[in-house]
């Protein structure tokens, strides 16, 4: 599924978790490129998390005075991870040349045990990529949430971007303390994207915009309601992520997730555009 405009085009695929394939402009690959007989969902360019980013810590939590426990969904993880939209398939409910609207309905059942609706958008304007993500809850309980988008960019130079802290993780990738924001580096002036180590942290406080330095042109992301910047750098790798999210990974073990009445939505935003036209898309 294809939509274009201007100088960019995206491929979608609803029945992959509802993930982007590719977004270039012009020859350019902004996102890493799908394989096309790829069906891991790590290897797409980008999906959607809801209801929850990144880990739930070995699927154990208290939400109500109740005690949950979710099972791993994903070969490998020791946590469930990402939510349950991105290994579902979405309903596409509007398309046209620019835009692809996709729906999800989730009955509660041992993955989530909420009912919720969740609603991506994706629209192409001459500025850029919008991604729009919401849920709503759709059950007679309240429920936790947490947001985010999961993009993977194709190989760039650095990544800057000003937050306030970051969360520190275990040998599992879970969160356990709270740093200064430049404890792996400094991110607003350096933000080099060569490294030797891992990083998979959540940086807190963050602004909401940041930019991708390339040889052929920056890149500009900037994001709605997304309070924290997921940034996974894997060494040796010609691609990176930069997620918005709602909240720290673990969140409804950290008293971070959003409590969602009945009827009560949540949602995120996020565009990608030419670093000389965010403010643009700002507008």
């Known amino acids: 599924m294809k939509i274009a405009s201007g100088d960019w085009m995206m491929t979608a695929a609803p029945d992959r978790g509802g993930a982007i394939l590719s977004l270039t402009h012009g020859d350019r ?4 490129p799908t394989a096309p007989d790829a069906v891991d969902p790590l290897a797409m360019a980008c999906f959607p998390l809801v209801p929850y980013a990144n880990r739930i810590g070995f699927g154990r939590f208290d939400w109500g005075g109740t005690s949950y426990r979710l099972a791993c969904n994903y070969p490998g993880q020791q946590h469930p991870l990402h939510g349950t939209g ?3 398939r979405w ?7 620019t835009a692809i609207t996709m729906n999800l309905s ?3 059942n041992n993955d989530w045990p909420w009912d919720f609706t969740a609603e991506q958008q994706l629209a192409l304007s001459p500025a850029g ?12 309980r309240t429920m936790p949430v947490s947001l985010g988008l999961h993009p993977y960019f194709a190989r760039a130079d650095s990544l800057r971007f000003s937050a306030t802290g970051v969360w520190m993780v275990d040998d599992t990738l879970l969160p356990v303390t709270h740093a200064a924001a430049d404890t792996l580096g400094d991110w607003m002036t350096d933000g080099t994207l060569r490294r030797r180590d891992l990083v998979d942290h959540c940086f807190t406080g963050w602004e909401g915009c940041a930019t991708i330095a390339r040889a052929d042109g920056d890149i500009a992301i900037t994001a709605q309601d997304a309070s924290s910047l997921h940034v996974y750098i894997p060494p040796g790798e010609d691609f990176f992520c930069a997620e918005p999210v709602t909240a720290m ?3 409804v073990n950290h008293d971070a997730a959003r409590e ?3 009827g009560e939505e949540a949602r995120i935003t996020l565009t990608i555009g030419h670093a000389d036209q965010h403010h643009h898309m700002d507008a």
């Open 29 to 32: 690959d902004i996102l890493r």
């Open 86 to 88: 991105w290994l579902a």
């Open 91 to 97: 309903d596409v409910v509007a398309h046209t040349d």
């Open 106 to 108: 989730h009955v509660g």
């Open 129 to 140: 990529l919008t991604i729009t993500l919401s849920v709503r809850n759709s059950g007679d």
């Open 249 to 251: 990974p673990d969140a």
């Open 260 to 262: 969602l009445s009945p």
